[in-house]
């Protein structure tokens, strides 16, 4: 293969690398657990696990989603009930979710684990997360990158925990190839132009 071929062919790569990356479906809804929670300390922003009501419904949505059409828009008219795959969020642990939407049966499987973060105002106590994984419905689109975030409230210490969750794919910041791996694709088939380049001299 000669050089000019074999340059072009890994700069190919590093195109496919990248447009593999397009999303096929953009959306986002938020939802809300129905009933109360606890948190296994009494000021909340210490906890280290939320546990919530085992029944959630969709509760807002967005005509679009980073500039394109929200494909759960209107989710929260239906009632959508979203299902956990687990109803004590912890640190270390993880938390799935799926739901129906449209006659569509939706799957979002963590790939990174639950890291609950704290922090207090004037006004509260408040705990957050938010955890990466993958969207799938079963076949219809290739399962893309999406992100599952969660927030908690208090208003004093030992005081009722409220929550709501926002789901997004792709996430806001969409994840990107490893910046090494990138540089050195890119960098292999730009001496491979260069070195034919001199050759030609």
Known sequence: MKLSTLSLAILGMVALGAGAQAQSLYGTFGFVPIGSLSANNAALNAATSVTVPSTEFANTS????????????????????????????????????????????????????????????????????????MLSDGGSF??????????????????????????????????????????MVAGMGIAGAGFLARRRK
């Open 142 to 183: 290739t399962p893309q990158l999406a992100q599952l975030a969660g927030s908690f409230s208090q208003t004093s210490n030992g005081g009722a925990v409220d929550g709501n969750f926002t789901f997004s794919t792709p996430p806001q910041a969409p994840a990107t190839p490893e910046p090494g791996t990138v540089a």
């Open 62 to 133: 967005g005509a679009t989603y980073l500039g394109h059409a929200n494909v759960f828009s209107g989710i929260e008219s239906g009632p959508t009930f979203i299902t956990l795959s687990t109803t004590t969020i912890s640190n270390g642990g993880s938390l799935g979710i799926s739901w129906t939407f449209g006659g569509v049966s939706y799957t979002f499987t963590a790939t990174t684990t639950v890291a609950l973060v704290g922090s207090t105002s004037p006004s509260g106590n408040y705990l957050t997360f938010a955890e990466n994984g």
